[in-house]
Every structure is written in structure tokens, then in C-alpha cells.
């Protein structure tokens, strides 16, 4: 599956911008940032070349490490609001999602500001929120029907600024991001909208990492780094998937459905489909929870192949407590990088791409590293599963 169209809107007070290209220029001598129709960088360009430069606060979203060229609708004087949205675009670009230029031609608005620091922590501050909102009124109303995903750093507006979100009318109520760092927003934002309904909200008190944040900075501890996002070749090694985190549920996991595809209690697999009305670029993204059906067992190691309809948008994995997977090479280069999904799971969407047929074994083994005899004796089995038209 190719990646979603985004519309990443940087508001200003003068009015919002649009973050209309995120190329790699090899040609440059740093990475810089241009207006429409202008070849002069702009200039905050020195700020953003910091951002990217090895060692900066990009480098821990394993961040470009070829010039790149930051193209947007106008320019600003001064001010560092644009830096989360950037941060999240630059996130968004490595996981394979592409820039929209128009609000009707995307699969999702992105509306953040704020600034980072750099471990990219979101800094708390007064970043005149309302006022961005209302001047961003229009651009948003040119496609309710859009899915909006809004970052709000922590400040005197943060309160208002929600409850002013909440009363745009949309066909979907917008969703309010983590707003504590930039890799806890990156996986709030790319993984099922079930589980971020689940989010419970930010405590003012909490600290990001070692950081000495003032009194309402908002933060969770163990955050995503996101320096897998490549399938590893490796046979039969799956990349780790990050473990749940501060945005964990605030309720108890629903229990899977039960599943004849067990070998055991050690491991599940499950098809991710479309439920009626939707598609797999929604589910893929967020926008609709994927309908779970297990698969069911066949022959000795063998699950029933899944059909390769529209509405089959991937599949899901779980183990036993105590146990990691792996997942064949041929699923891992024909999915995009795996999520966590709202029970635990590992969901693999497929790429568009990917979308032909394929075999790949998958296996439960023990977290701790084991032999080679050890591991063909695992408790979760090696099962084979194919992927047909």
C-alpha cells in the first residue's frame, strides 16, 4: 500500500501556511527552506539545516541524511512554531505518507505548531493558539470531511484551544494529539484511531526523559524511537516494534477473539480488513478500526491462504507473554513497517505494491536470545501462510 496524502498546515498568526514539498536536494550544500516560487532560502533556512544536521533533534527520527528542500505556500519572519510541524512531516515522510498541497486532495489535514528542543520534546510556551485557530478557520472548512489530527502544545490557551477545535463542525471530531514530544505524536498518528480514543489525557507534572521541564510540560516516558522504519532483511528477524508506552489505554485491552489458527496459546494471526463503507488507505491510517478475522489452520503447519480482495488490508500477530515474533522477509518487504496495535497485536498493512502473491512463515520464539535448536523447538511453532489472488 503507497503511502496517504497529508496536508501539513504550519499556522501563523498572519495565516496559515502549507507545507507543500519535502524532497531530498543532493545538490544542495544544507538543507533549506523556500517559499513558492522564490529560489532564495528563507530565513529561518540556518535553523532548519540545525534541525536536520547529524546529531540535531532529527536525528533521532533517524533523520535525513541528504540535503533536503522544505518547500512551503509562504514565509514568516521570525518564530519557532514551525518546528513540530516540520519534525512530524519529516516522521510522516519516512514512514512513506506523501504532502498534499490542497485540503481536498488529502487523506488527512495535519494542523500543529510548537517548538522542540532537542530530544524533541514539545516546549511548553504561549503560542497565540486562538488566534492561529481562527485564522485557520477557512482552510479548514474546505474539506470537512477530511480526518484532522491537531497538536497543541502545553500553555495558557491549551484548554481553549481544544474545546475550539471540538466545535468545528466536521464530519469527524478532530483528533487531539500527544502533546509531549514529537516520536510519542508520530506513533499516536500512525497507528489505529481505536487506540488513540483509548489515550488517557496528559498529566501536567510529568517529565520527558532527564529534562527539566516547568511545571505543566506534558511528557510520557518510554517514547518511540523510530529508527526501524525499513523492513530488515534478515530472514526470519522481525524489527522490533516499540512496546507500549505513556500513551498506553486507559482501560483494560479488549480480549481478542478467539482463534482456530493457534498452535497453541503462543501465537495468533489475524486478517485486518476494511469494515463496509471504508478502505484500507483509511484503515491504514487511522481513520477506521480494522474488522480482526482469525485464520484458520489447515493442514500441519499451514493456515488457510487469505484472498487478496480490496478490503484484506494486512495482518495481525500476537504471542504469549514471554515470547517475540518473527515474521518472514517476504510479508516484512511487502508491508509497511509493522504497528501496535490496540491489544498488543502487530498489525503489517500491505503496500499497495505489495499486493501479490506471496508465502512467508511466521514463528513465536522466546524473548531471550536461544540456540538454533532451542528456537526450532519454540512453543509458538512455524507456521506457513500464503497470500493468494
Known sequence: MTGLSVLVVIPTTRGPLRLRALNPRPGLPAPA????????????????????APGGPLARLDGPRTPHELRLSGSFDAGRSWEAPV?????????????????????????ATG???????????????????ERSRALLAEAPDVLLAVLLPEGPERASAEAAFRAFERTAAP????????????EALTRPAEAIRRDPPREPSRRLWRLALPAGAVAAAGLVALTTLGARQAALVDPDVPPATGTASAEPAPAAP????????????EELRA????????????????????????????????????????LAFATAPGLRLAIGPELRAAALPPVRLADGAQGYFLREGGRQNLVYAVQALPEAKASPEAETQAPGGRLVHALMR
Open 175 to 186: 483528533r487531539l494529539l500527544p502533546s509531549g514530544n514529537i516520536p510519542e505524536a508520530l
Open 275 to 314: 469494515p463496509p463503507g471504508s478502505s484500507c488507505r483509511r484503515v491504514a491510517f487511522g481513520a477506521d478500526p480494522p474488522e480482526r478475522r482469525p485464520v484458520a489452520r489447515d493442514d500441519g503447519d499451514r493456515l488457510v491462504p487469505s484472498r487478496l480482495v480490496p478490503e484484506l488490508c494486512g
Open 87 to 111: 519534525c512530524l512531516a519529516h516522521g510522516l515522510a519516512a514512514r512513506g505518507h506523501r504532502l498534499a498541497a490542497e485540503p481536498a486532495r488529502a487523506d488527512l489535514i495535519l494542523w
Open 33 to 52: 527552506a523556500f517559499a513558492d516560487g522564490d529560489f532564495r532560502p528563507l530565513p529561518w533556512s540556518a535553523d532548519y539545516a540545525r534541525l536536520c
Open 258 to 269: 478467539p482463534s482456530t489458527a493457534e498452535t497453541s496459546l503462543a501465537l495468533r494471526v
Open 115 to 133: 517548538a522542540v528542543d532537542l530530544d524533541l520534546a514539545v516546549l511548553p510556551g504561549d503560542y497565540a493558539l486562538l488566534d492561529k485557530i
